[in-house]
C-alpha cells in the first residue's frame, strides 16, 4: 500500500475500492500556504457544560459536553499557528 492510500484510509475502505482509486494516487504533503478548514464548530456542542455526554444528551442532544471543553484549548493553539505565517507569504484581502 501506498503513503497516499495509507495516510488516512487503510482502516476505513476496503482495498478492492482502493484499487479502483489508485489512478488518483499522488503524493500527499503540506505546501507552502496551507489552509485550515474549522467544520462545525457551533455553541450547541458547548450546551450542558463540561460534563459526560451520556448525561447532556436528553437535555442537550447536540452537546459534545467534557470533549468540546478538551478540545477549546487545543484548538485555539491550532488556529494561532495557522494565523501564524513565515515571512515572505503575502496573504491576499
Known sequence: MSDFEDHCWKDIVA???LAI???YERQTFVGPAPALLAIDLY???YQGGPKPVVDLVDTYPMSCGE???AAIEPTRKLFAAARRRPA???LHQ
Open 21 to 23: 482509486y489508485r489512478q
Open 15 to 17: 482495498p478492492d475500492v
Open 67 to 69: 470533549y468540546a471543553y
Open 43 to 45: 455553541e450547541l456542542v
Open 88 to 90: 515572505g507569504v503575502l
